[in-house]
């Protein structure tokens, strides 16, 4: 080891001497350990995968979970296969399906509604540890359902419970009551050079 | 039912129908069936959690996956004490730590390099469905890694692989080399607001 090297060495042990002293201020300041509403918004790819990455974490620490898919009607998506025997999971597929599959507005918002009412079932379930409402943004752009009724039942759930929420293009309001936004940006994607949805990576 | 909301149900079904036909088509269009680079970057929360989702995914289509984790070193973090007992995940906590905590440049380099040498052999093993290199991008920032070196292991790999690398900052001929990017942007995060990082949503 040369002294040039040595002189980098201790440059870069002083720059992280003083980051470490910064990063763990802010730690010592967060102290207020409760549930935290979290939404991923934006056009690119991971909005939905990231909410079951913190399933999967969620259930490591033994925790308890429900997923309600507001958008999605099918049951054998990776992720349902992977998840919904789990035995400290409830899964529930409540979506009819796109919209330009389906068609029928009025087959959309029922199962829009019916998808609310049992988010607003686990909403009140002091045992569950967390919720994910997978793609229910799409229910506010469609309106069929309302971001001050679903803001109002967040606030009043219980308060150690995490709500995850996926979708584009989320209201402003629910941005404003959300504690953790990750608007995830398309940069590019596959399927715009020509390859279809794979399973694993897409569903 | 009255004329005025048959209407609107009517130009409703105009619009979807329009709408389908755009996406059949781009569907009918993607046929190259192939293993896909997915690079999840930016700062905001989600990228390492979107990975295990994708690894849910890949499991629960029967697939076989390999973890290398390049910074994190603890191995009782919610994704590794879910996944890493799984019959067909190979689990590797290779980091040495966030820099500003090792404050040992050297160490951190060969912990990094060590990581890439896993990997390295993932890369070539035509039985693994998807190989995920979680937090990879943070060896090119500190120079331990060249992303060349990376670029020409991933065009060299098995045709029917997925890749999925994550980490701030990705380097552009990182970026210009994958082929679905996510820039997932920090819009807030609960840390902010004084919430220190909760189990099962941050780890």
């Known amino acids: 080891m040369n002294d040039a090297f040595d002189t980098a060495d201790h440059r870069h042990a002083q720059r992280m001497?003083?980051?470490k002293i910064v990063i763990d201020d802010k730690k010592a300041a967060a102290t207020q350990a409760r549930g935290v509403v979290v939404l991923h918004t934006g056009c690119g790819k991971g909005k939905s995968t990231a909410a079951f990455g913190v399933l999967a974490r969620a259930l490591g620490h033994g925790q308890t979970a429900a997923v309600v898919q507001f958008v999605k009607s099918r049951a054998d998506t990776g992720e349902a296969l992977f998840f919904r025997d789990h035995p400290r999971v409830h899964?529930?597929?409540?979506g009819a399906g796109f919209t330009w599959e389906t068609q029928d507005p009025t087959?959309?918002?029922?199962?829009?509604?019916a998808a609310w009412?049992?988010?607003v079932h686990y909403l009140s379930d002091d045992t569950l540890d967390l919720l994910i409402l997978d793609e229910i943004t799409y229910a506010f752009k469609y309106g069929w359902l309302d971001a001050p009724e679903v803001i109002a039942a967040l606030h009043a759930r219980p308060p150690m419970q995490h709500v995850l929420?996926?979708?584009?293009?989320a209201p402003p309001a629910?941005?404003?009551?959300a504690d953790t936004v990750s608007d995830i940006a398309l940069v590019k994607h596959a399927f715009q050079a020509g390859v279809p949805a794979m399973p694993g990576l897409e569903f």
């Open 17 to 19: 001497a003083r980051k």
């Open 91 to 94: 899964w529930h597929v409540m």
């Open 107 to 113: 087959r959309d918002a029922a199962a829009a509604r």
């Open 117 to 119: 009412e049992q988010a």
């Open 165 to 169: 929420l996926t979708g584009r293009a």
């Open 174 to 177: 629910l941005i404003a009551a």
